[in-house]
């Protein structure tokens, strides 16, 4: 099995007088093909981050066996016909966006937030969620499975 991550490139770079670490992270998708999601990262608390991307991506996984990863520049999709979810990983926390448009989604715990009047968020989908550890994994991955077409 391949490795969920991996980092590629690793340096310290300077912005605005601060010095900050600079990650590349690799994720294998369905292909072999490793494609790149590149981040800058305040802090280096990255094995939980990506601990916690790792936790989701099993979950999300055994939905449906058809589930195909397609990394992008700033986050991985996970994709069937269309895209189900998009991840981003953050510095401490992971953010999802579910792909579905505004009234399409049964959330009674009122816990991903609308934004579809919002221009020039990354990922799909009209709903977004920032999530920092798994206490609701199994009602968020339902969320997630509405999505799947």
Do not use: C
Request: charged letters at 25%; glycine letters at 6%.
């Amino acid at each position: 099995m391949l490795p969920v991550y991996k980092a590629i490139s690793f340096e310290r770079i300077m912005t605005g007088g601060r010095t900050k670490p600079w990650l590349i992270l690799a994720e294998t998708d369905n292909y072999g093909i490793q494609p790149y999601v590149m981040k800058l990262f305040d802090t280096i608390n990255l094995e939980a981050v990506i601990k916690l991307y790792q936790t989701f991506k099993q979950a999300i996984l055994k939905l449906n066996s058809g589930i195909d990863i397609i990394p992008k520049k700033t986050y991985i999709a996970f994709k069937k016909k269309t895209n189900i979810v998009d991840i981003e990983i953050q510095d401490k926390t992971i953010k999802l966006w579910i792909n579905l448009k505004k009234g399409q989604l049964n959330d009674p715990l009122n816990l991903m937030r609308d934004v579809s009047i919002l221009k020039g968020h990354n990922g799909n989908g009209d709903y977004e969620l920032i999530v920092s550890d798994i206490e609701n994994l199994d009602y968020i991955v339902g969320l997630i499975k509405q999505a799947i077409a």
